[in-house]
């Protein structure tokens, strides 16, 4: 029995360390050409530039075509989608989370959330779809009966659509965060007096509050990666602008354009896609610090 469980405990190291180590070489991996990118273009004109046009070579012995690698308007429009998507996202999964947890039936329970659970696993194809037949349209016309111009592929758009699809996430996780606060503290508020509106506002949010912070930074990172809503509903244009009623791009959507196709690897082109990924890991791994750094103050505070 312990030779069994040794062996056992060394297959759970093995596969922890190998995990590791294949973090460990993706980033390296991206890291190295990223350097190289940055030995050719500064840092400064990637970081703080505001024209994006990589037409550097697309093939072995193309010449007369230079880059300009400005990426201020593709972090901008990846915030502005994803802000828009998190407007969306946020309160449709914590409203959903807060229903189905503190005053839904058991019964309506076991059917709607395994429901609105499905729309996760929706391609997100299908989704851009939704967004150019459905949701395009009806906000332009919208847009047309309040005197504002929405053009086809906005910011907008591709906004309220990623929200859609990242809202299963929030109310999944938050949901159960919510449901696993002990009952004795809401029984405990509920005796004294309070509502059941208070005591979801003063005891049982608070007491979730790092749980629902997870579930809304794990909704973020969802929608920073999204590409192929973008793709179809936001446009490809990378547009220096904080409009959402206009065409933007995304740092995804320039990852997908600069390595798809035909090109020299070896040129600042291609490389400038591992440069806006490895510049998107880091904001995640931020996101993800900033996210444990209030778990931990909070759950410090109500545990």
């Not at 998507?85 to 076991?110: E, N, T």
């Not at 509502?195 to 005891?203: A, D, P």
Request: hydrophobic fraction near 55%; glycine fraction near 8%.
């Amino acid at each position: 029995m312990a030779r069994f469980e040794r062996l056992i405990r060394s297959s759970l190291l093995a596969c922890t360390m190998l995990s590791v180590m294949v973090t460990v070489l993706v980033i390296l991996s991206v890291l190295s050409e990223t350097v190289n990118f940055f030995s050719n273009v500064s840092m400064l004109d990637f970081f703080f530039g505001t024209e994006w046009s990589p037409q550097t070579a697309s093939h072995v012995g193309q010449t007369g075509s230079s880059g300009t690698f400005g990426a201020v308007p593709v972090f901008l429009g990846t915030f502005l989608v994803t802000l828009i998507a998190m407007a969306v996202a946020a309160p449709l999964g914590l409203y959903s989370a807060i229903y189905l947890s503190v005053y839904a039936s058991p019964k309506f329970r076991s059917w709607a959330k395994p429901i609105l659970e499905i729309l996760a696993g929706v391609p997100s194809v299908v989704y851009g779809y939704f967004a150019v037949i459905t949701v395009a349209p009806f906000l332009r016309a919208g847009g047309e009966m309040i005197g504002l111009s929405i053009v086809s592929e906005s910011a907008l758009t591709a906004g309220v659509v990623m929200g859609i699809m990242i809202t299963p996430y929030v109310m999944s996780i938050s949901e159960d965060v919510i449901s696993a606060v002990p009952k004795d503290l809401s029984f405990g508020s509920l005796a004294i007096g309070a509502t059941e509106s208070e005591t979801v506002k003063k005891v049982i949010l608070p007491t979730a509050l790092p749980g629902i912070v997870s579930a809304l930074l794990l909704g973020v990172s969802r929608g920073v990666g999204e590409t192929m809503v973008v793709v179809m509903a936001a446009g490809m244009a990378a547009n220096l602008t904080i409009n959402p009623l206009e065409s933007v791009t995304t740092a995804t959507v320039q990852i997908m354009m600069l390595l798809v196709g035909d090109h020299e690897f070896d040129s600042d082109k291609t490389r400038a896609a591992f440069a806006l990924g490895f510049s998107l890991f880091v904001m995640t791994l931020i996101l993800n610090i900033v996210a444990l750094i209030i778990v931990k103050r909070y759950r410090e505070r109500y545990d």
